[in-house]
Structure formats: structure tokens, C-alpha cells
């Protein structure tokens, strides 16, 4: 829960009414993003650690610790497997 997560280089993003849409040059291809998922890629702009992510977001919304967790790890499995973000620790 500390390795720290980052976005990969490449990717175009636009703020469309709180939601985030994004282009990986890489992969050439469309990925939209919730208001969650779009609060989790801010807060990736700089190195983040997960246990942070989890801690942003358990503030932000009312959700139970483990939901949190459990949602940020398969957001991070997801977008680490499109090569959108990276874990860099």
C-alpha cells in the first residue's frame, strides 16, 4: 500500500462536466473515467502513494475502508495493465 502510483507519459486527457476522458497515444485508444476514477487520476498527477489515494478518497466519500481499498486496487490493476498509470516503488 505504499508503493507509490503514477501516470505513464502519452496520455491526452480532457475535463468533460467532472469526468475525465483520455487518449493513450501508446495504445491509441478512448478510456472515460467516472467522478471516483477521475479523482483518483488527479490525485496521480504527481507520485502518489495508495495508502494516500485510499485515505483522499475515505475523506471525500462515504464509503467503508475496505470498499475504498478494495475499488482503488482494481483501479490500479486496471489502468497499470492498459499502461495508463505505473507504480514506480
Known sequence: MNNLIKR???????DIDGE?????????EY???NEVASRIWALVEQPFSEQNICDAL???YDAT???IRDEVRAFINDMVEKRIIQIVS
Do not use: F, K, R, W
Open 8 to 14: 505513464c507519459e502519452g496520455i491526452v486527457e480532457a
Open 20 to 28: 475525465t476522458v483520455m487518449m493513450s497515444i501508446e495504445n491509441g
Open 31 to 33: 478510456y472515460g473515467l
Open 58 to 60: 475515505h475523506h471525500d
Open 65 to 67: 475502508p475496505s470498499q
